[in-house]
């Protein structure tokens, strides 16, 4: 699914999408209360790995955007062959008729375009494996630091680790953050990371652009089915302008709600009808 910022979208797909491998270094039978900052984070980092990976279950919620304006809410339905969302209200208010018909159009013309599916699923991989690379990183470009525990739950605060070196734009730019995550250790799942450029950053000494200091990402996941997590909240306020990020500059409030699993065996086509009849069955109610 589309997001407006793409440093946004490296930092919160990074929770749920593909975590990288390789990455435990600790004791797998340790216990989570026995583990220093950095280790919990690279045990969760590796658990969530290993999550990803037997978690084949699709799912329809509905997807709230506040900013950019005017807000839109999206139903969306994940398949095997890729996800599809449906138009549902602008700025809080129903799709007119003419509005509805257009949004049946593009999606009808979708699932009948192999080439545009293809390409989708491309561009999908592509930011997964963005996504993946930074966080990757997280263990090793912070230094960890207990915050709060409460039940099963851990805050634990970070900051930049000065003998961390980043091999891309990205990770220089999330190595400039501080923060906190949440993670929940009996679950052994990260359930928030929010974090503040605390310093502008420029490129290139400003040639290829810039980050002003103070811009603040938020980013929240929840479990939806016992071991399913799925991301439920993103905030992404980061201003500046640089070259080699399309939409850097733009901020989004995100909010995923009312999952409900769909088959495994769920296809486009199905997806379609599905989505259509609700969207009939709204306008036909309001």
């Known amino acids: 699914m589309a997001r407006t910022g793409i440093l946004g979208f490296l930092l919160a797909a990074a929770i749920c999408s593909q975590m990288a491998a390789g990455q435990n270094s600790s004791n797998p039978n340790s216990s989570p209360q026995n583990l220093s900052p950095n280790e919990l984070v690279r045990k969760v980092v590796a658990h969530e790995l290993e999550a ?113 070196h980043p091999h891309s734009m990205e990770a220089y730019v999330f190595h400039k953050m501080s923060g906190s995550v949440t993670v929940n250790t009996r679950e052994l799942r990260l359930a928030e990371i929010s974090g503040t450029l605390t310093k502008g950053v420029e490129f290139a000494g400003g040639l290829l652009g810039h980050l002003d200091a103070g811009g603040t990402f938020d980013a929240r996941q929840t479990e939806v089915a016992p071991g399913v997590w799925k991301i439920i909240r993103l905030k992404v306020d980061m201003r500046g302008k640089v070259l080699f990020f399309k939409t850097i500059g733009d901020q989004e409030d995100e909010t995923r709600s009312d999952f409900k699993q769909m088959p495994d065996t769920m296809t486009l086509s199905q997806a379609e009808q599905m989505l259509l009849k609700s969207g009939a069955e709204k306008a036909a109610g309001d």
């Open 52 to 164: 990803d990976d037997q978690d084949h279950t699709h799912w329809m919620y509905r997807d709230k955007v506040e900013i950019p304006a005017p807000g839109k809410t999206t139903m969306v339905v994940e398949t095997r062959e890729g996800d599809l969302a449906c138009l549902d209200e602008i700025g809080n208010r129903p799709l007119t008729a003419e509005q509805r018909s257009a949004e049946a159009q593009r999606i009808r013309q979708f699932v009948g375009d192999a080439s545009a599916q293809r390409k989708a699923r491309r561009a999908s991989a592509a930011d997964d494996q963005k996504s993946t690379e930074l966080f990757s990183i997280l263990p090793d470009a912070f230094v960890f630091r207990a915050e709060e525990t409460t039940g099963d739950t851990v805050k634990l605060g970070f900051e930049p680790n000065p003998e961390f």
